[in-house]
T-cell receptor, first 111, second 113 residues
């Protein structure tokens, strides 16, 4: 079993839809939870990070962490074609430690 | 302020040759991380370095792979006697301190033929 599981998709939605992306994990030591966006043949770009449980909002993006269920989510409101990319969740036990990534979910937002 | 710079962007090597991948971190960043991304897989941690020191190399294969981050110049990931299984995208990230907010470069795509 992988430490971090992520549905690979692809997830196809119409423009304007609310998108929900999720990861589950098994290591209870993880304290930092990140979401990265990766366009094709580019490097990952950090979207948001959350420490411990709770919610964090930034524009159209909301990150949620439920440590009791070992489950994290990223919601994208009013999705745009430019949001089409692969979304990677990543986790870390300590600041500065190695990140453990999920396999990524490919999202396609159709105009 | 330039981002994390990796070169070359694409590298082709024959089996048995050496591959040297370079990473210049963002200005003011002294922490560098190397990750490998195999086709259709997520990124896998390889090594974490600070200037002149290897902090964590738990993700590095024990043989053929080495990394350095000298006092002056870029960080180098070196793969000796490459095999086809080394074909992947290699990403470098940097941060100013021990932080989860690391910025990634565009990667080097290594193809072993």
């Amino acid at each position: 079993q992988k430490e971090v599981e992520q549905d690979p998709g692809p997830l196809s939605v119409p423009e304007g839809a609310i998108v929900s992306l999720n990861c589950t994990y098994s290591n209870s030591a993880f304290q930092y939870f990140m979401w990265y966006r990766q366009y094709s043949r580019k490097g990952p770009e950090l979207l948001m990070y959350t420490y411990s449980s709770g919610n964090k909002e930034d524009g159209r993006f909301t990150a949620q962490v439920d440590k009791s269920s070992k489950y994290i989510s990223l919601f994208i409101r009013d999705s745009q074609p430019s949001d089409s990319a692969t979304y990677l969740c990543a986790m870390s036990a300590n600041a500065g430690n190695m990140l453990t990534f999920g396999g990524g979910t490919r999202l396609m937002v159709k105009p | 302020n330039a981002g994390v710079m990796q070169n070359p962007r694409h590298l082709v090597r024959r089996r048995g040759q050496e591959a040297r991948l370079r990473c210049s971190p963002m200005k003011g960043h002294s922490h560098v991380y190397w990750y490998r991304q195999l086709p259709e897989e997520g990124l896998k941690f390889m090594v974490y370095l600070q200037k002149e020191n290897i902090i964590d190399e738990s993700g590095m294969p024990k043989e053929r792979f080495s990394a350095e981050f000298p006092k002056e110049g870029p960080s180098i990931l070196r793969i000796q006697q490459v095999v086809r299984g080394d074909s992947a995208a290699y990403f470098c990230a940097s941060s100013p301190s021990a932080s989860v907010e690391a910025f990634f470069g565009q990667g080097t795509r290594l193809t072993v033929v």
